[in-house]
Antibody, heavy 122, light 111 residues
Framework: EVQLLESGGGLVQPGGSLRLSCAASGFTFSSYAMSWVRQAPGKGLEWVSTITGGDGTTYYAESVKGRFTISRDNSKNTLSLQMNSLRVEDTAVYYC???????????????WGQGILVTVSS | QSVLTQPPSVSGAPGQRVTISCTGSSSNIGAGYAVHWYQQLPGTAPKLLISVNTNRPSGVPDRFSGSKSDTSGSLAISGLQAEDEADYYCQSYDSSLSGWVFGGGTKLTVL
């Protein structure tokens, strides 16, 4: 059974930093891309970042480019998101999502964690 | 303003059929990128409902079906049940943004 468990959320002041982690189990972690998707309170879903399973190529939404860094440790089956220069508008529940597909058939998020709340406020 | 456009809400009585549209453009769905659908029950994480336009993951009832045409995708739910009351999101890839995009979400109310 695929399990994704996020940790590291909490309250941080604007301009501060936070590091999210996602512990994965139940599948061959290194073989799959992984992503972060967020949801602001009462709002819809927003893709944040993706890292491929093979060569670790990274992709970022424009809203977080240059501030967030996605990484993975295949030896520990762990996905991370380093968030710097946080803004009030980064306040959201952040979901870790197993990502599958390819460029011909399309990439999608087949399993999701329960989410972790990040609140950016003074 | 989401790149993919969904109706904010739809409703139907138990047993009825409803459809949710997802309208994109020539840089996403119209460019040939697949449409995927997610169901988010109140207070829970999203769950994959339909992948690559029409595919139902194991465990998803066949009351749910997806389709794609030109620059839009569609999710149909037949035999509506109370437990289907949730938010539904479409998702694709956008070449202009070089990233994955979601629709704004549609709240389904079972009357």
């Amino acid at each position: 059974e695929v399990q994704l468990l996020e940790s590291g959320g909490g309250l941080v002041q604007p301009g501060g930093s936070l590091r999210l982690s996602c512990a994965a189990s139940g599948f061959t972690f290194s073989s799959y891309a992984m992503s972060w998707v967020r949801q602001a309170p009462g709002k819809g879903l927003e893709w944040v970042s993706t890292i491929t399973g093979g060569d670790g190529t990274t992709y970022y939404a424009e809203s977080v480019k240059g501030r967030f860094t996605i990484s993975r440790d295949n030896s520990k089956n762990t996905l991370s998101l380093q968030m710097n220069s946080l803004r009030v508008e980064d306040t959201a529940v952040y979901y870790c999502a197993k990502t599958r597909g390819d460029w011909s058939s399309g990439w999608y998020f087949d399993y999701w964690g329960q989410g972790i709340l990040v609140t950016v406020s003074s | 303003q989401s790149v993919l456009t969904q109706p904010p809400s739809v409703s139907g009585a138990p047993g009825q059929r409803v459809t949710i549209s997802c309208t994109g453009s020539s840089s996403n769905i119209g460019a040939g990128y697949a449409v995927h659908w997610y169901q988010q029950l109140p207070g829970t994480a999203p769950k994959l409902l339909i992948s690559v336009n029409t595919n139902r993951p194991s465990g998803v009832p066949d009351r749910f079906s997806g389709s794609k045409s030109d620059t839009s995708g569609s999710l149909a739910i037949s035999g509506l049940q109370a437990e289907d009351e949730a938010d539904y999101y479409c998702q694709s890839y956008d070449s202009s943004l070089s990233g994955w995009v979601f629709g704004g979400g549609t709240k389904l109310t079972v009357l």
